[in-house]
């Protein structure tokens, strides 16, 4: 696919000109996940463009783990991370960090801002800090921000020491209590906490606040190109004041796009943990989730998932793609891509009253029509097949044309049936249904000519293997669970979920394992599970529909 240039590349070629900013300089972005969760496909945007920029402009990408702070963050989700990373094909050298790696060095920083009299201890108490907040037109107060700066250091080095509870101290930047901006009006660089940090043990009691910290990371790390989501455009004057006023060796750029917003999904991490903690979904990876690892699990591909993110394109405006648009993605590569194969979801045996008992014979199948090289594979014939339950009906409605009893259907790749009868059970339910075979229709063809409409999939019973396969659709009923004043919970999806047992698949399945991908013929693309799925259980999962109704 050509690649499409958006206003952030349009922003860094500006950098890179004669006289430009950067002018000869090596491009160098990060990207900087918080590891208190899975990644999900509105990281996976960021991603692509914090390392799809790096590789346009021949730089680097970092990859940081913000784990400043402590609450819930965990080696787990460092590790997850770094898989998913690598799995959309990115790649960061020998340049990963963590946030905590420079705890010391910032620390240093905030008590150079001290000792230049910008910044200082407050003891407002959270309550206190924020009725003296100010408004627009009124300014914000703090009875200490003209403490002298010898207290101030000595106050901060206790904090660290751990002298004081949480909430009864904040370092705070001496900046403009009555900006326009409320992230300037002296915002709190430091809070006590007493947390067990993942990497740092207890060393530490206080933790700088992401604003102050992000900036210097950057600084230290080099970074050319800040690029974020747009609700740190209004911080971005906080950043540049933190770069201009610590002593830092770079003076990196902040650049904002607006976040992937899909619907019938949610994004925010702090409700997708919610969805695992209390039982809704089975886990971070399950399916329905728009986690990485739960898009992989279902079936979705790196080239699928990164095409997506190119095609939505780069902007300064937030907006909704729809959800069918990534299901679209995902359709193109694996009509591609994925090998054919018949299975039969809701199976009914379907006898050939005809055919020779005991004999059994081989059709030579293409694996994908789209793709020579994957080549063939053999499935066998015989008198008892497994056929689905809506290929027949005893009373069909008009332009019905698959099998009734007095018409005539291709079973796929093999020979013309006509059904001649069916059997039930005692509560009406077709058991198993009976036609007669054309032997000289053999791959479905008609020497005479004859025209018959209906072509339906089948399985060889006397070859048929069992699985299991599980239906996904939406995790939510309402395309904007997270709009207004509602509990998303109360926006599931009953149905999001359909487990089907007893189903018949092809013997070229039998090896079938994570991540391979098969277009089931008539029924859509699915793939074998990557936690339930192995030899003599098949289990698998449906990625997507055949039937596309995204309209481009």
């Not at 509870?165 to 930047?173: F, I, Q, S, V």
């Amino acid at each position: 696919m050509e690649e499409t240039k958006n206003f952030i590349h349009a922003f860094i070629e500006e950098d890179l000109a004669p006289g430009g900013r950067f002018e000869g300089k090596t491009v160098h972005t990060r990207f900087p996940p918080e590891p208190n969760g899975y990644l999900h496909i509105g990281h996976c945007k960021a991603l692509t463009i914090d390392f799809g920029s790096a590789e346009r402009f021949g730089g680097l990408c970092n990859l940081r783990m913000d784990d400043t702070n402590p609450a819930k963050e965990d080696e787990e989700f460092v590790d997850a991370i770094q898989e998913d990373i690598r799995w959309l094909g990115f790649t960061w050298g020998d340049r990963f960090y963590y946030g905590s790696d420079y705890f010391e060095k910032t620390y240093e920083l905030a008590v150079g801002l001290i000792k230049k009299g910008l910044a200082y201890v407050c003891q407002l108490s959270p309550e206190e800090f924020k009725e003296r907040r100010g408004d627009v037109g009124v300014p914000a107060t703090s009875p200490y921000r003209d403490r002298p700066v010898e207290e101030s250091l000595d106050l901060f080095q206790r904090m660290r020491s751990g002298e004081f509870k949480e909430g009864e101290m904040t370092l705070r930047a001496k900046i403009d209590l009555a900006s326009g901006n409320f992230n300037m009006r002296d915002p709190v660089l430091y809070r006590i906490r007493y947390a067990h940090h993942h990497r740092q043990g207890d060393k530490w009691c206080i933790y700088p606040m992401y604003d102050f910290a992000h900036p210097i990371q950057d600084a230290l790390e080099g970074i050319t190109h800040s690029l974020c989501s747009l609700e740190y455009e209004d911080h971005r004057p906080l950043y540049d004041w933190v770069i201009e006023n610590t002593d830092v060796p770079s003076n990196p750029r902040q650049i904002e796009f607006a976040r992937l917003g899909i619907n019938y999904t949610v994004m925010s991490k702090r409700k997708l943990r919610r969805l695992v903690e209390e039982g809704y979904v089975s886990g971070w990876d399950d399916p329905r989730m728009p986690t990485l690892c739960g898009l992989r699990r279902r079936g979705y591909t790196p080239a699928a998932v990164r095409n997506f993110c190119d095609r939505i394109g780069v902007a300064k405006v937030s907006s909704t793609v729809e959800y069918g648009f990534l299901e679209h993605c995902l359709r193109e590569d694996l009509n591609l891509t994925a090998r054919r194969a018949m299975a039969v979801l809701r199976p009914v045996k379907l006898t050939i009253t005809n055919y020779p008992a005991g004999q059994s014979e081989e059709f030579e199948i293409e694996n994908n029509p789209e793709d020579e090289a994957a080549g063939t594979r053999r499935i066998t014939f015989s008198k008892h097949l497994w056929i689905e339950q809506d290929d027949f009906m005893a009373e069909p409605p008009k332009k019905y044309n698959r099998l009734f009893v007095g018409n005539e259907v291709r079973l796929k790749s093999a020979y013309i049936v006509k059904c001649t009868g069916y059997t039930t059970d005692d509560s009406g339910a077709v058991t198993e249904v009976l036609a007669e075979y054309d032997p000289l229709t053999r791959g479905g063809n008609t020497p005479d000519g004859r025209k018959v409409r209906g072509t339906i999939h089948w399985v060889d019973a006397a070859n048929a293997l069992d699985a299991e396969v599980r239906i996904y659709d939406n995790l939510f009923s309402d395309p904007d669970p997270d709009g207004g004043d509602k509990d998303f919970i109360t926006c599931l999806n009953p149905n999001s979920l359909e487990t089907l047992t007893g189903c018949k698949a092809e013997r070229s399945l039998e090896s079938a394992k994570s991540p391979d991908t098969f277009q089931f013929l008539r029924l859509g693309y699915f793939t074998a599970d990557s936690r339930d799925s192995k030899p003599g259980q098949l289990v698998f999962n449906r990625s997507v529909p055949l039937k596309d109704s995204f309209k481009p």
